[in-house]
Structures are given as structure tokens and as C-alpha cells.
């Protein structure tokens, strides 16, 4: 990115929902068109948009922004079709019957607003996401069980891979996975309580699988092998410097080569697992290619990468709900994010040295030993530059003010950095969504999530 900004905040790499202004401009002319012809679109309203009361440049929400405001009936509700962010998501892509929310007024609680449902239905949807490569890590590398679907054995090797960066990555491979699980079920089925209606990004399955052994062959919505991974939350969380507050800071990359390029985090096929001798009785008696270790490797940066987006999202988000329940859930699922986190970033500090060619992406990842990286100075660097793994423990940094002095936070999390535009854009960076038909984001997903993002990052917190 150019601009004062770089280099680029891990989440989402300086980028705001105006950069991808082009594709949005792109797919609403398209969708126009279609309508013309008097196709079906992607996003239409079950609601008329001209049934919206929509706000005036430069007015306050506060007006316009409950379910219910001052004189409305749920009648005049369901009539009016004042539903939270209904007015640009489309019905294929909203499940769940329709019908008025339940009054939640009261002396010490504010009404569910527009903003709070449209926040919902974004963190919905990007939790399906996540599930979805939560699910492909899980079949291949995680522990074989039947407390969620679709385990069918796992890979022998890729497993016992990941176990050279801890023992016990498949329980926490497998656990991880039930919790994104779990997040996206819980938001559907509240979604679906208030009569919002949830997303279903089913229609996005269409990426091919892994064909390596353990592998399901079914759709998915995301492409773990062709990832360009920002590991510059590694600095971030150990630097006193704060994208938020401190707009030119800079983030050395933890693994500069996974930042540069396409690399696998899972096994496409059996060839990369091939030539690695496994011992199933013993695994500390198995030996493993280097090409299989860099794959295990750069899965464990991933894995922190993916959840350090969660760890901001979430109190960026929070700060512009209104209704307290709302609230609470928001508090209550973001913290889980930040402790998959700090269990990722231990772990992936872990990796070992080498380097490895990959034959398919043509590539080369390189990893060093972190242990020996660059430890904390007196005083302390303002380069974003201190590597040393075992610093998990977020470091003080500047927040809202320097004469406060540095304190422990999450960062970043401002809607421009933390965001749900920045975290849709971050998995773009990130290759999650490339078609390797075409080497392209075609399949939908993009347009999809980012009109709902846009619809979250508008929500304003109603007084």
C-alpha cells in the first residue's frame, strides 16, 4: 500500500473498505444489468430499499437506527420493513423465516438496531469461513473423533508433522474447529430467534479439496494451498509501537518468505507426503521430508494468523453495537479468538530451520530460529522489529494517548485496521479465496462478504 501507512498492519494490511471500491462498483454494475434484463441478483431485498428509512448525509443514526423506534408497532414493523440490514443483503443468501423481533426495550437496555444486526450477520458469515478451513486442517491434521462431522481417519504424516511443533497440535487442531463450529452455529441460530434471517454461503462450496488421504472430497469456500501469509503480528504483539495510534509504524514479517509468493498449509495430494517414513506406534521414531515439515510450519503461522484477525475484530465491532445482549456476545465469543491466538503464536515459534522449494507453487519458504531471534532493547525499538518466540505476552504499547503510557491491549482495533472490511480484505491478501481453475477470486465469496462487511462497518453505536 502506498502512503504513510506502510509497511502494513498484519490484519489488514492498511487497507479500508475503498480499495475495494473497484470490485464493489464492478459487481454492483453487473448487478445491475441483470436486473435490467430481469434477471435475479445476488443481493436483493425481501424489503423494497425504498421501504428503508434511510439516513441523510451527515444525520445521526439514532433516528433511524432501532428495530423499533418511538411509535411503531411490530405490525407497522413488518409492514415498514424496518429489519437490520436487510435493505442490500439478498434473499439467496438469507435463510430463516421473517418475523418482528422481540421487544427488547427497557429501563437499563436499548433496542436492537439496524447496526447490531448487521454486525451479527457479518461475524456469522466470516465464521462459517473460518469453519470451513478450520474443518480442512482438522480432517487432515486434528485429532479423529465424532464430536463434529466429517473425520474420517486424518493423515498419518501430516499429523505427526505438526506434532514437531507441539505434541498436542491435533487436540488443538480439532479444538479450535469446534469452536469456530460452534461461533457460527450460535450466531445463526440467534440470528434466526430475532427474525433477522442468517447468511448461508453454501452456494460459495466450490473449491476443490486436498486428495491427499484423510482429506473429504467435497466443496469448500476456502483454498488452503496457495497462501501468502502476513506474519507481521508477530512483531506487532511485541513491539510498543500500535497501528492505531502510530500510523507510521513498522512490522517485521515473523517468516519474510510466507509473506511473499503462494504456499500450501496442507498436503494437496499424497506427493507431499510421500518419502516422509511414518512410525505409527512411535512418532518420535518417524522422519519427515523438509517439504512436509515446511508444510506442517507454515500451517502453524496461519493457524495464529487466522485467529490474531479475530482477536481485533470482535471489540472493533463491539464498540458499535447498542443492544447489551448484542453486546455480550460479541464479549463473550472475542476472547475465545484471542486465546486460540496466544496457543498458535507459542506454538509456531516452534518451527525449526530450513528451507524448502515447493515443486507446485514455485516457491520457497524459509524458517529460521525465532528462540535466537531479536529479544526486547533498552529502550525499547520503534522499528517492529523484536522476533524473540517466547515473548507471547502482548507488550505495553501506545493507546489513545502516550501520556497514559503503554498498556497491554488487543491491537489494532479500529474499524480501519481491525475492522470487517479490513478482515474480509485480509483473507483476500491472504489467498483464501483463490478458484486454482483460474488463479482468481471468482467464485463470489468476495462480493458476498463485502457487502456485508461494508453494512457492519457502518453500524454506529446508538445512544
Request: glycine share 8%.
Amino acid at each position: 500500500m502506498a502512503g504513510p501507512l506502510a509497511p502494513l498492519p498484519p490484519l489488514c494490511s492498511g487497507l479500508t473498505r475503498n480499495l475495494m471500491r473497484p470490485q464493489l462498483d464492478k459487481h454492483r454494475s453487473h448487478t445491475a444489468g441483470t436486473q435490467a434484463s430481469g434477471g435475479s441478483t445476488f443481493f436483493r431485498s425481501s424489503v423494497h430499499r425504498d421501504s428503508i428509512h434511510e439516513p441523510k448525509r451527515g444525520r445521526p443514526m439514532k433516528k433511524e437506527g432501532n428495530v423499533f423506534t418511538k411509535g411503531s408497532t411490530r405490525r407497522s414493523f413488518l409492514k415498514n420493513g424496518t429489519v437490520a440490514g436487510a435493505a442490500t443483503v439478498g434473499a439467496g443468501l438469507l435463510t430463516g423465516n421473517t418475523f418482528a423481533f422481540d421487544e427488547e426495550a427497557g429501563v437499563d437496555r436499548a433496542p436492537i438496531t439496524r447496526g447490531d444486526i448487521a454486525i451479527l450477520r457479518f461475524l456469522q458469515a466470516l465464521e462459517q469461513v473460518e469453519e470451513d478451513l478450520w474443518r480442512q486442517y482438522a480432517e487432515l491434521g486434528g485429532t479423529q473423533d465424532n464430536e463434529f462431522s466429517g473425520l474420517t481417519g486424518g493423515n498419518a504424516a501430516y499429523s505427526q508433522a505438526l506434532q514437531l511443533l507441539d505434541g498436542d497440535m491435533p487436540q488443538y487442531i480439532h479444538d479450535n474447529t469446534d469452536d469456530e463450529i460452534s461461533h457460527a452455529r450460535f450466531l445463526g441460530n440467534y440470528l434466526e430467534s430475532k427474525g433477522a434471517g442468517s447468511a448461508d454461503l453454501t452456494r460459495f462450496k466450490v473449491l476443490p479439496s486436498s486428495t491427499a488421504d484423510g482429506a473429504q472430497q467435497i466443496g469448500r469456500l476456502t483454498n488452503l494451498t496457495q497462501l501468502t501469509i502476513d506474519t507481521s503480528f508477530w512483531s506487532r504483539y511485541r513491539s510498543i509501537t500500535n497501528p492505531d495510534f502510530d500510523p507510521k509504524a513498522q512490522f517485521a514479517q515473523a517468516v519474510p518468505s510466507l509473506n511473499v509468493n503462494q504456499h500450501t498449509a496442507i498436503p494437496r495430494s499424497n506427493a507431499d507426503t510421500n518419502g516422509s517414513v511414518i512410525n505409527l506406534n512411535d512418532p518420535t521414531q518417524s522422519t519427515f521430508t523438509d517439504h512436509l515439515k515446511a508444510i506442517a510450519f507454515t500451517a502453524g503461522f496461519h493457524f495464529a494468523f487466522i485467529e490474531q484477525g479475530g482477536t481485533s475484530l470482535y471489540p472493533a465491532l463491539a464498540q458499535h453495537v447498542t443492544n447489551l445482549e448484542v453486546l455480550r456476545i460479541l464479549l463473550s465469543i472475542g476472547p475465545s479468538e484471542t486465546m486460540h491466538f496466544q496457543t498458535w503464536q507459542d506454538k509456531a515459534g516452534n518451527a525449526t530451520p530450513l528451507t524448502d522449494v515447493d515443486p507446485v507453487n514455485h516457491s520457497t519458504v524459509t524458517f529460521s530460529t525465532l528462540s535466537a531471534a531479536q529479544g526486547e532493547t533498552d529502550p525499547e525499538s520503534l522499528n517492529g522489529d523484536t522476533l524473540q518466540s517466547n515473548l507471547i505476552m502482548p507488550e505495553p504499547t501506545h493507546f489513545l494517548d502516550q501520556k497514559f503510557g503503554p498498556v497491554a491491549i488487543i491491537r489494532p482495533t479500529s474499524i480501519a485496521f481491525g475492522g470487517a472490511v479490513a478482515s474480509v480484505q485480509s483473507f483476500v491478501t491472504d489467498g483464501l479465496f483463490i478458484n486454482p481453475k483460474t488463479n482468481k477470486n471468482d467464485t463470489g465469496i468476495v462480493q458476498a462478504l463485502m457487502r456485508l462487511a461494508e453494512e457492519a462497518d457502518q453500524a454506529r453505536r446508538q445512544l
